[in-house]
């Protein structure tokens, strides 16, 4: 069926340190892999997304790469910051006709000590 | 620029009421998704609308159901509520309706069932 499954659940790091979270999905047809960050009571906010014709995408101090052979991808925040603290999501996107639906992980708590 | 708009910030309602919910999309935006996010979990994809139509169905029983209107917002309804139908309810918003169309998350609406 249609999964998302995402690692560590919780991953705790020092101010400075890089932070990596794992997704592997089980759509063969997905071919599109957005990151959302939501803190505490707020919305999830959109940080990177990737689409499956590129292999790696980079903005800042945030990167995502794609295996689609292995059907994983994962985010790479480096120098993170306190600010950086919250849940972070993976999702993929689920082909249905012409339509997507977006099937989320079950999501990070990052902890980034100063 | 407006971003996605969700009202009420929070409800109450008691086991079988029917609860309505509503969402503006972000300015330029003409498709609109529903997700239930329950404590400690990623969202769940509920139905997504497009030109006024249901477009996709996730796993929800027929209790939920929606409505677009010409000016792209929506309703999510849900009937006969359950204690279990407490979550943060979102929707998101995305110009088109394929699999790789960006969605924007609106804040959502805290519905809690006593």
């Known amino acids: 069926g249609e999964n998302v499954e995402q690692h560590p659940s919780t991953l705790s790091v020092q101010e400075g340190d890089s932070a990596v979270i794992k997704c592997t999905y089980s759509d063969s047809a997905s071919n599109y892999f957005p990151w959302y960050k939501q803190e505490l009571g707020k919305r999830p906010q959109l940080i990177i997304d990737i689409r499956s014709n590129v292999g790696e995408k980079k903005d800042q101090r945030i990167a995502v790469t794609l295996n689609k052979t292995a059907k994983h991808f994962s985010l790479h925040i480096t120098e993170t910051q306190p600010e950086d603290s919250a849940v972070y999501f993976c999702?993929?996107?689920?082909?249905?006709?012409?339509?997507?639906?977006?099937?989320f992980g079950q999501g990070t708590t990052l902890q980034v000590k100063p | 620029d407006a971003g996605v708009t969700q009202s009420p910030t929070h409800l109450i309602k008691t086991r079988g009421q029917q609860v309505t919910l509503r969402c503006s999309p972000k300015?330029?935006?003409?498709?609109v998704s529903w997700y239930q996010q329950a404590l400690g979990q990623g969202p769940q994809f509920i139905f997504q609308?497009?030109?006024?139509?249901?477009?996709q169905r996730g796993n929800f029983p027929d209790r939920f159901s929606g409505h677009q209107f010409p000016n792209y917002s929506s309703e999510l309804n849900v009937n006969a509520l359950l204690l279990g139908d407490s979550a943060l309810y979102l929707c998101a918003s995305s110009l088109g309706w394929g699999e790789t169309d960006t969605q924007y998350f609106g804040p959502g609406t805290r519905l809690t069932v006593l």
């Open positions: 300015s330029g935006h003409d498709t």
């Open positions: 609308y497009y030109e006024e139509e249901e477009r």
């Open positions: 999702a993929a996107s689920v082909v249905s006709g012409n339509t997507g639906k977006l099937i």
